[in-house]
């Protein structure tokens, strides 16, 4: 069965300084994988996706995240946070069936002043 | 056109009430979907439809009640809600196949009193 873990519950950051947002996963199958944000209140917006092409991916806002198999990673980074970047990220690894999303237990990243 | 739209945005029902929730996509696809989630929790699947058919039922309490008119539209009647019940109500859509993203609605914010 698949299964994400994210290792941060909270990351709070600077604004201008490095992003990083970790996630690991399990998959008995060559995995899709997603991260999503969400600010308060929100629906959840696709950053980018990972689906076997590249494994360095880059998403919207100035996000990429790299693709390891052999660590079973998929962290998310951004050069330098901006305030409206405060928000609930979550890595989902696509299920084993049908359109199951396995999602992790979110991050929610801070941006200071 | 990349939009989930749903209505109501909020909502607010007793216990006796009978009302329901609304999700539509014109993106062509075939896969829909409901989700609740918990404040500071991932989202959790609660039904899938494909085809217009129902493909997944989480084990969802029979006071929620899904339907699929026809391939644009998704509904969850909701009768005899708990207070428990009082979360944020997530629509999504996607192509068939596990390797597609989800795209999300804003969600219906329902309070049970």
């Known amino acids: 069965a698949q299964s994400v873990t994210q290792l941060d519950s909270h990351v709070s950051v600077s604004e201008g300084t490095p992003v990083l947002l970790r996630c690991n996963y399990s998959?008995?199958?060559?995995?899709?994988l997603f991260w999503y944000v969400q600010h308060p209140n929100k629906g959840l917006q696709l950053l980018l996706k990972y689906t076997s092409a590249a494994t360095l991916v880059k998403g919207i806002n100035g996000f990429e995240a790299e693709f390891k198999k052999s660590e079973t990673s998929f962290h998310l980074t951004k050069p330098s946070a901006h305030m409206s970047d405060a928000a609930e990220y979550f890595c989902v690894v696509s299920g084993n069936y049908g359109q199951n999303f396995v999602f992790g237990p979110g991050t929610r990243l801070s941006v200071l002043p | 056109d990349t939009e989930v739209t749903q209505t109501p945005k909020h909502l607010v029902m007793g216990m006796t009430n009978k009302k329901s929730l609304k999700c539509e996509q014109h993106m062509g696809h075939r896969a829909m979907y409901w989700y609740k989630q918990k404040a500071k929790k991932p989202p959790e699947l609660m039904f899938v439809?494909?085809?217009?058919?129902?493909?997944i039922n989480e084990s969802v309490p029979s006071r929620f009640s899904p339907e699929c008119p026809n391939s644009s539209l998704l509904n969850l009647h909701l009768h005899a809600l708990q207070p428990e019940d009082s979360a944020l109500y997530l629509c999504a859509s996607s192509q068939e196949g596990r390797h597609y993203e989800q795209y999300f609605g804003p969600g219906t914010r329902l309070t049970v009193t």
């Open positions: 998959s008995s199958y060559s995995p899709s």
């Open positions: 439809y494909s085809y217009e058919k129902l493909s």
